[in-house]
């Protein structure tokens, strides 16, 4: 059986490693720079170090004319949003048009499984119909169409593709056989989605719930600092019911949680339901928790006496979450440009954050090392990666001039070092 | 050690018969009825038999004469909401009043504790100055305050208050060893809150989480019945993913999760956060589903081309609760009244509500026993009480009339039965 993976970034890569154990892999990514990283044996995911993927026998390429003739498509593109907060489906489309072509003229009744995460119905309204035209190949007679959603979680070791369950589903029995197989490679546990509307709502509202949730979190940490409470206390004791989900406050970026609740608006709305409040409530609270942290900063400073203009802040840690090295829709990028103008100087420092191309903006202003001479009127511990736990908080706080202002948002350290904390 | 409950409702009364099996406790209520009830062995909350109520040694009473000289006060009132939604705290400033005359001129130090479900802060807003203005005494000199909320669940046997962390809070520390004394004769999972309000805090976000995550899954339940797959199998199948939370869609009435959330947002609106949609949002979602519901019988009765006046409708469970007899802001009893006026008749059955003076409204409709002779236009299963999941489907479904429009709310039966599920 030959497999070619559609897509190599945080969720087509693992994938590809993964499924290069059993079977014969090819995985396709349209950006020359990644296939050429790879080759080098370099993983810009950050979750692989070089020297084991060169152990790994993989095979990668960015010619659309390499696609002919394997068997199972695994397509793993991002479903990012515009700027208006509809999908971006180009990448979904694209990548329908590229398989859709390399399975012209297929006689081996190849099956094309998608992995993004997208609202239910996306797979048969957008990919199907594109795929169709393209290969001029009908659904379920000459080519199968699987939804196996992606739960790749960059960062957290403990949940790896081999221990997570994987939902499948397909348009049709016999090639739902050929997925379990491929998927059977990976993780023992395989689950059976009804359908494929039903394998595509499962994804998309596992984030939902985790936005919204969060977002609870984040109203509350907003009441009980004014009523001067400890969130973390609070939440450590409602957590003592058995019934208590565990969830806590923060900044919600990155290209999943922020982003899938949209999806599903966007559907609710085409489709005439107008009741959504509680998707986009969630969306509305965790975009102002910016603005919150800032307007705290800003009111401390301004209490300590000095000016906001002359005050000079330092960020530790700025990808969009802890131990991952992915900064994009990071939300504490955004705070820097929200501080940038207002403050006389503002670094960021973050131990493991990918050079990325969209930090040149922040490059100026992004440290190295930390410099433990300097001092700074605020300093703002951002995201909780390993590396910052394992930091003597007494080096931190090293960092703060006299007035100590130092917010621990995710409440690393004890909370009698920080003035703030969500 | 003397110990006093006040109040003796669903939360009361099983404390009262737990404390009893140590301490020297009088259970106190104003209801004359419910005393003589108790002293009748007939336990009103339908959770202790008759038989075993027997066996249990316990003093009650209902005169205020009778509450001096007790070392400890438990306070277990209800804390509703008025019309408008704003908490109604008179149960919580009457019972205040009730134990400042009693401990007026005590030397014993007592200890009030409040078990009801406020909002943070309430405690020392609401109940501490009424207490001192009765009773003359100091706190934390002459008396002092403790905050241990309830957390009992009514119908729920696997979560009783001997396997349930109790959190515990007080104004003072000797004070809290009695109380941790007290408590840990009923369970031995025993938290200690930092401070009052923080308990009071824990408890009431427990509550507004449940609603929340309950009203997300109702949401959810709206558009997946649009667009046609089922909600438990996609709940399902996301709950295979490790940080799924599992919530269920459905109708949240009674006196706690349908009310707590508004003593959060009275207090947000006190202190002038204007922030909390979260909070709100979820309470909006819940109280429309009654419409939706509804909608949907109408649009399917409809469809069978029956006319909506001359329908019989008959509905299944109307405790707010699942083996539960407790009646109180059942929202199944307000389907009920939306449903009257518009069909020919709505018959109501439920094997164990309890026969609550709320009921007088309904009386004429409530069935004493079904008669599968009689045929509905449709029947609605509203209430997952293990008495209808043992019950025969077929039985169910042979009091639906040709059309078998048989709406299983709670999916308590395979769907392939039913023509509508949450």
């Known amino acids: 059986m030959k497999i070619c993976v559609i897509g190599l970034g945080y969720v087509g890569l693992p994938l590809l490693f993964s499924l290069t154990k059993k079977f014969n892999v090819t995985g396709f990514d349209i950006s020359k720079k990644k296939i050429d990283q790879l080759q080098n044996n370099a993983d810009y995911t950050g979750e692989v170090s070089n020297k084991k993927l060169k152990k790994i026998n993989f095979n990668v390429t960015n010619k659309k004319s390499e696609l002919k003739n394997f068997d199972v498509y695994i397509v793993c593109v991002p479903t990012p949003v515009f700027k208006n907060k509809n999908p971006n489906l180009n990448f979904i489309k694209q990548s329908s048009k590229i398989v859709g072509n390399a399975i012209k003229g297929s006689k081996l009744k190849p099956v094309i499984v998608l992995e993004s995460t997208v609202y239910p119905g996306c797979s048969e309204e957008i990919c199907i119909p594109i795929i169709e035209k393209y290969s001029n190949l009908k659904l379920n007679k000459e080519f199968y169409f699987g939804y196996s959603p992606e739960r790749i979680n960059p960062g957290i070791s403990k949940h790896k593709l081999n221990n997570t369950t994987k939902i499948i589903s397909s348009s049709e029995k016999t090639s739902l056989k050929k997925l379990k197989k491929i998927y059977r490679s990976i993780t023992k546990k395989i689950y059976v989605a009804q359908n494929i509307k039903t394998a595509e709502a499962a994804k998309v509202i596992e984030n939902i719930q985790r936005d919204l ?201 004890d909370k009698s070092y920080s003035v703030f904390r969500l």
């Open 213 to 413: 949730n969060i977002a609870l979190m984040n109203e509350l940490s907003m009441i009980f600092n004014r009523i001067d409470i400890n969130t973390k206390d609070v939440l450590k004791a409602a957590a003592t019911k058995w019934n208590f989900s565990n969830y806590e406050p923060g900044l919600v970026g990155g290209h999943c949680i922020g982003v899938d609740p949209y999806y599903m608006s966007y559907l609710t709305k085409k489709i005439g339901l107008n009741k959504n409040n509680m998707i986009l409530a969630g969306r509305k609270t965790n975009e102002y928790m910016n603005n919150f942290i800032i307007k705290n900063l800003f009111r401390l400073i301004r209490l300590k006496g000095m000016k906001l203009k002359k005050s000079k802040i330092l960020i530790l840690g700025y990808t969009f979450k802890e131990n991952c090295n992915d900064v994009r829709n990071s939300k504490i990028l955004e705070i820097f440009k929200q501080l940038k103008n207002k403050v006389d100087k503002v670094d960021l420092f973050d131990p493991i954050a990918r050079n990325d191309q969209e930090l040149i903006y922040f490059k100026k202003n992004i440290l190295r090392k930390l410099d433990y001479k300097k001092k700074y009127n605020a300093v703002i511990l951002a995201v909780k990666h390993d590396y910052f736990i394992k930091m003597n908080v007494k080096k931190i706080l090293s960092l703060c001039d006299n007035n100590k202002l130092f917010f621990d948002l995710k409440g690393v350290f």
